[in-house]
């Protein structure tokens, strides 16, 4: 069978970039491969909604039931890419069928870390990435007691807020010193410390794990000092990895990600490679860099169109995270790694405030608790690499847009 664009991974990225072909006037026939047997679907609510159990599936559909056979885009669900011929532009799938095409794109998102250690093989040790995932940890919940958490980033945050709120006793588990410190501040890991324990959870921080304990079943977590921290049950945040697989044994160039050039193309130009799976040149990063955001899939898809389209442009947009934890949203922009310097707006103790890094007196990134306002203006802030005065980034009196 032969497909003018074949995509594999049906995840964000990849059901963007179908949808957004279809918008622009693409009239070719679209193949979307994923391995899930489910219709695409919206990640972030996963850690969130969807583990408290407030939200239907169907809410978390990215398009309605009927939209992909109307916008003529085949699916193939529950079905995996095999094998990727780069040289004679061919596919293979599981289910047996060969596909040529004119263009493919890699959207094969992350693939979770795993524990490696003592133990970690027993039952009720579970990681969150899929919709699956989610409805075996609420199936397995709601008999759970004692949870443990294995991780102190976004992730790991987000599932001890959920189980909380259902009323479960939670203790958190990072290696780190603080939360979050690959991706922000001491000043905004403070302040998520403080929450998670005003809500009683209990962080174990700078904690290493030797082992899981339990007979079949997990009992415990073992830390490196030997004390063994309870649990019924244990869920895995310790992030992703590129999932690069497909692109290796077709002989495309990786390196910690799918390498892919300003218009999202691989070594191999008819072969493009989108989302958490890519590893881009970013402007806001310095050099090549892998993000694993909405914001990026979404990007990263339009700028793939565009390519396709016969339209190659340059992607240059800023990073955007965000994350909901109780009450409080945390939305950033931009890149911490480089900052030197950070200015705090409003009282870092209690919402709204927000965090303006700075690297050389310019703005290089955002984080904004509470604080929409700042967020929209922190884009444009990072975009143009402004340099505000100090004295008037830190007064949350005055609009951070006027700063721009």
Sequence with gaps: MYRDVVIVGAGHAGAELASTLRRKGFGGSILLVGDEPVAPYERPPLSKACLLGTIEIERILLRESDYWSTAAIELALGCAATALDAEKDGLQLSDGRHVDFAWCVLATGGKVRKLNCPGSDLAGIYYLRTLRDVQAIGAAIGEARRLVVIGGGFIGLEVAAAARQLGKEVALIETQRRVLARVTSPVVSSFYEALHRQRGVRLLLGSAISGLEGEGQVSGVRLADGT??????????????????????????????ILVDEACRTSQPRILA?????????????GLWRLESVQHANDSAGAAADTILGNPGIYREVPTFWSDQYECRLQTAGLTKDADEIVVRGDAGQ???????????????????????????????????????????ADPSIALKSLA
Excluded: W
């Excluded at 989108?274 to 310095?286: K, L, M």
């Design 228 to 257: 063994v921290e309870p649990a019924d049950l244990v869920v895995v945040g310790i992030g992703i990895d590129a999932d690069t697989g497909l692109a290796e044994q077709a002989g495309l160039a990786c390196d910690a990600g």
């Design 351 to 393: 919402v709204p405030f927000s965090v303006v890094y700075l690297q050389e007196g310019r703005v290089v990134a955002v984080d904004a608790i509470n604080a929409p306002k700042d967020f929209m203006a922190a884009r444009h802030l990072v975009r143009s690499g402004a340099r505000p005065d100090r004295k008037l980034l």
């Design 274 to 286: 989108i989302g958490d799976c890519s590893r881009h040149p970013n402007d806001f990063a310095g």
